[in-house]
């Protein structure tokens, strides 16, 4: 059986909710995810509380998650993603034990740079350079997430050579894992297989993955499709829940992690996640959000 790597973002899934759920649950829920045997966590994001006020206490989560390490994991070690999308969050996470990846998203749509980091091109390209500097000297890693690579919903200039580009100039910072964003669910399963195997050959030198977002329905399809096309690394959510706040008006969830378990378990892949830690997963978001989100 083939590995796949699967990066659970409850951070993604919470960012966008109104109801604020408390530090506590927040870091409970994220140990019962590791004891569940998720290795991979996009966690929290280290932004302004003005404008994402259910990230205003990441530090808090992760110095309560970091109480339950060792017993959740047997004493391995995590991936804690945390997002920055400025040097202010860069220095925050940077001073925060246990937040062992840095996550940036680098959009190729100048609409959604404005609206999610306010930067211009050039302005988010420096950062991401310093952002490489200086996770490469703390000995963290850095995932950079290229924001509506599969199109957008804003009518601007779009194509596989855009992408292409911008995973190029990535790859020449010395940026080593880069995961594609459907950030509104635009693409179609078609798309989706299109355009990872157009960069595939990015995959000898980089780790390239999927963050998608899709409506149930169409979510196996993609999935699969990714996976035919090259794909190893999967973004995804428990239940779907999730979408971006600054995506637009109407938000997409991400693909929920038990189809995306699912649909590549029955094509003989192993994701490392076994049924029954599935169920209970499942079950622990689910009472989630009967209390802060349904």
């Given amino acids: ?75 391995t070690t995590p991936e804690i993603i945390g997002i920055v999308v400025n040097e202010k969050g860069l220095e925050r996470a940077l001073a925060t034990p246990h937040v062992t990846t840095l996550g940036y998203p680098y959009s190729i749509s100048a609409n959604f740079r404005r609206q999610n980091t ?100 169409g979510a196996a399809e993609k999935v699969l499709a990714a996976y035919e096309a090259g794909c190893r690394r999967f973004d995804s959510a428990l239940t779907g829940l999730g979408g971006c706040p600054f995506a637009g008006d109407e938000l997409v969830g991400n693909i929920a992690t038990e189809i995306v378990v699912q649909t590549l378990a029955e094509h003989g892949v192993d994701t490392g996640i076994e049924p029954w830690a599935m169920l209970s997963a499942v079950e622990a978001t689910k009472e989630l959000r009967k209390q802060y989100v349904d």
Avoid at 54 to 63: I, R, T
Avoid at 127 to 154: C, H, W
């Fill in 118 to 217: 306010n930067m211009s091109l050039r302005e988010s390209r420096e950062l991401v350079e310093k952002i490489q500097r200086e996770t490469s000297k703390a000995g963290r890693d850095l995932v950079v997430y290229i924001s509506m690579a599969f199109g957008n919903p804003f009518g601007e200039p779009w194509g596989m050579e855009i992408v292409e580009d911008a995973i190029e100039w990535l790859k020449g910072c010395g940026v080593q894992t880069v995961s594609l964003a459907d950030t509104v669910g635009v693409s179609t399963a078609k798309e989706t297989g299109e355009l990872f195997q157009h960069l595939k050959p990015f995959n000898k030198g980089m780790e390239l993955g999927v963050h998608l977002h899709a409506r149930a329905e």
């Fill in 1 to 75: 059986m083939e590995n796949v790597k699967i990066i659970e973002c409850p951070r993604d899934a919470w960012q966008g909710l109104g109801k604020i759920i408390p530090t506590e649950v927040k870091a409970d829920y994220l140990g019962k995810l590791l004891k569940a045997g998720f290795r991979h966590l996009d966690a929290v994001s280290f932004v302004s509380p003005n404008l994402v006020p259910q990230m205003a206490d990441s530090e808090q989560v992760v110095k309560k998650l970091a109480d339950t390490l060792q017993a959740a994991t047997n004493g």
